[in-house]
């Protein structure tokens, strides 16, 4: 099986813990650009693409044939391939492709149809990667938790309840979180964060994923939280 992955240099170094190249006759190719031509993608190819979201026109570029997993964090599968414009697309699968959360025990996925579930087992199978099937929604469900939890973290902050430090050991002790709110907002990345929760926002229009406005800040300025 050869397969390919579009990511930048960090989500590609995930990629390769989450998956070594071994011999079993899984190989892959990594390209970071959103520059591909029909030459790079054979039909029997599996695509890792974690910037189709940024892009959903380049879904017309996979065959019908193709099984290619996309990052939907931040957006449903739907609702990319009606940006797309592709009317029959390819065998499309949603995945959890947020830093720190990519590389889990278990990949959490979504369908766009039901009859992909054969290839995402058979895919899985080749990798001997686990998967859970969750509703085809923006922010799937890992994301949306821990990015509700950080947004409600920021809110304590902003209100002067607790300091870093405090909310970051309450959470891990507390619930036996294997990290803060503050610690996963930097791991994530401030940006990613920022885009899950107006994007599930956008989606179900619930008080608690708006952006706080301290979280706001801190994307504007492109900082991370000082722990």
């Known amino acids: 099986m050869r397969i390919l992955v579009l990511a930048g240099p960090e989500m590609a170094h995930e990629f390769r813990q989450k998956f070594p190249e071994s011999n079993n006759g899984v190989r892959y190719t990594f390209l970071q650009s959103h520059n591909i031509i ?28 193709q099984v290619v997993f996309c990052n939907t964090a931040t957006v449903q599968l739907a609702a990319l391939v009606k940006a797309s414009g592709v009317e029959k697309p390819c065998t499309l699968i949603g995945f959890n492709g947020l830093p720190s959360l990519f590389n889990r025990p278990v990949l959490e996925v979504s369908l766009y149809n039901k009859r992909s579930e054969s290839a995402l087992i058979e895919v899985c199978n080749e ?18 938790i821990i990015c509700m939890i ?78």
């Open 38 to 65: 029909d030459e790079q993608l054979e039909p029997s190819d599996v695509v890792f693409d974690f910037l189709l979201h940024e892009q959903p026109e380049r879904l017309s570029l996979y065959a019908r044939e």
């Open 127 to 144: 990798l001997g990667a686990e998967f859970l099937v969750v509703e085809d929604r923006a922010g799937l469900v890992t994301p949306r």
């Open 150 to 227: 950080i947004n409600e973290a920021c809110y304590t902050l902003q209100e002067q309840t607790a300091t870093i430090e405090d909310i970051d050991l309450g959470m891990k002790l507390g619930t036996n979180y294997p990290k803060g709110p503050f610690e996963w907002a930097n791991l994530i990345g401030i940006e990613n964060v920022y885009n899950v929760l107006q994007a599930v926002y956008n989606d179900t229009k619930e008080e608690r994923y708006k952006v706080c406005p301290l979280l706001k800040t801190k994307f504007l300025r492109g900082e991370k939280f000082e722990l």
